[in-house]
């Protein structure tokens, strides 16, 4: 079935450092890709989003590109803050339609000031 | 807008006992989901209901858990008998319904469950 698999953690970085978390997945057509941020205390939200391959999706400073050839959908940013720091979902969706999401297990990001 | 809720926000329990977790959605929401948030297997999805109708339940465990929508503003998810290796955390979420996009699934803040 379709997985995801993401970097483990927790990961801890210094403010301003650049920001990478790996994303994998398996899947059997062609999903839809997303990233959640859950910040302590709350539920997850969604962060950004890419449909198809070669895909840019963008929020908040965050990038992550849609790569078929790698099956992957890494997350970056070039100048984390303090208020970065949460727990980081990849999730995909075989179908924009489909109500389900299969989710990687979260990596906990730090950030030190 | 008050978002998705959920209680308890903490439950710890004894194995054995009868667990109940609530959600209610946002409203004028349509479809409710049950995930489950643990180390060893990430987050899985249970159950989601339509018009309060399950749709998919094919993420549950076995026949301990049981989940009910008796209307469109309120979900339990129920546990019985508990198990130590039911503890996790419980998230609820909801979305407009069948149609919209996967992604707007909005989430509550989860119930952290402990069986002892």
């Known amino acids: 079935g379709d997985s995801v698999t993401q970097m483990e953690g927790p990961v801890t970085l210094s403010e301003e450092a650049f920001l990478t978390i790996n994303c994998t997945y398996t899947?059997?057509?062609?999903?839809?890709l997303f990233w959640y941020v859950q910040y302590p205390g709350e539920g997850l939200q969604l962060l950004l989003k890419?449909?198809?391959?070669?895909d840019k999706g963008s929020n908040k400073g965050f990038e992550a590109t849609y790569r078929k050839e790698t099956t992957s959908f890494h997350l970056e940013k070039g100048s984390v803050q303090v208020s970065d720091s949460a727990v980081y979902f990849c999730a995909l969706s075989e179908d924009q339609g489909a109500q389900k999401l299969v989710f990687g297990q979260g990596t906990r990001l730090t950030i030190n000031p | 807008d008050a978002g998705v809720i959920q209680s308890p926000r903490h439950e710890v329990t004894e194995m054995g006992q009868e667990v109940t977790l609530r959600c209610k959605p946002i409203?004028?929401?349509?479809?409710l989901f049950w995930y489950r948030q643990t180390m060893m297997r990430g987050l899985e999805l249970l159950i989601y209901f339509n018009n309060n109708v399950p749709i998919d339940d094919s993420g549950m465990p076995e026949d301990r858990f049981s989940a009910k929508m008796p209307n469109a503003s309120f979900s339990t998810l129920k546990i019985q008998p508990s198990e130590p290796r039911d503890s996790a955390v419980y998230f609820c979420a909801s979305s407009l319904g069948v149609g919209t996009r996967v992604d707007e699934q909005y989430f509550g803040p989860g119930t952290r469950l402990t069986v002892t």
């Open positions: 890419a449909t198809k391959a070669d």
């Open positions: 409203s004028g929401h349509n479809s």
């Open positions: 899947a059997t057509g062609y999903p839809s």
